[in-house]
């Protein structure tokens, strides 16, 4: 492609970088561990406010979804703002919860990403919550989080830069290309969030 296309190429690439570091800080933000020079991300902050499936894990209801809202309500935290971030694969699962008038909790219908809401909140997915945790006998359980994304602080250092290396694999008549960005996480106030991390969704 460097070889043979069109100048437009380089936007191509470049455009593939912010995508990729994007996906990045949003893991980082949202389930960083903390350790090996990664942030502490929401999920794993300690104080967060936590509601329970069961033993074993136990199906998302909007029973869940409510407690969760409760959970962040009763510290004094919860906004207007405020959202849901989960999976795919629990999204999937909430999407299919209806009222007694057979009516979806979350429409189906509600239009372009990020218009979705549930339980009067905006409702967001995000693969970098984990569907992976295990609780019990249960595995591969998924996160629901809630919580006022105001009070999660995301600092960033200089301008995402991006160095070409045409030296290293020279012989070889390929460019290297590395792209970095400083950031840092971290979470104002626990009391702004909780999180139900045991949540079955089919794969």
Do not use: C
């Not at 929401?42 to 979804?65: F, M, Q, R």
């Not at 372009?112 to 967001?124: H, N, P």
């Not at 290396?165 to 969030?193: C, L, M, N, W």
Request: aromatic residues 6%; negative net charge.
């Amino acid at each position: 492609m460097r070889l043979q296309s069109t100048p437009e190429i380089e936007q191509v690439i470049r455009s593939g970088f912010v995508s990729i570091l994007a996906n990045a800080i949003d893991e980082a933000a949202l389930n960083g561990s903390g350790s090996s020079s990664q942030p502490t991300g929401i999920l794993k902050t300690s104080g967060i406010g936590s509601v329970a499936g069961g033993t074993n894990g136990l199906a998302p209801t909007l029973d869940h979804v409510i407690d969760l809202k409760k959970a962040v309500s009763i510290d004094n935290a919860d906004t207007a703002n405020a959202a849901y971030v989960t999976n795919a694969k629990v999204e999937a699962v909430l999407s299919k919860l209806k009222d007694g008038n057979s009516a979806y909790h979350l429409s189906p219908y509600a239009g372009e990403i990020g218009k979705q809401q549930i339980a009067s909140r905006r409702f967001e997915v995000s693969n970098a919550i984990p569907s992976n945790l295990s609780k019990g006998s249960g595995s591969n359980l998924s996160a629901i989080l809630y919580g006022n994304f105001r009070d999660l602080y995301v600092g960033m250092w200089g301008t995402l830069e991006i160095l070409v290396d045409p030296y290293t694999d020279f012989a070889k008549g390929t460019t290297g290309v590395r792209a970095i960005q400083s950031i840092d996480i971290s979470v104002a106030h626990a009391e702004s969030f909780a999180a139900m991390k045991d949540a079955i969704a089919a794969s």
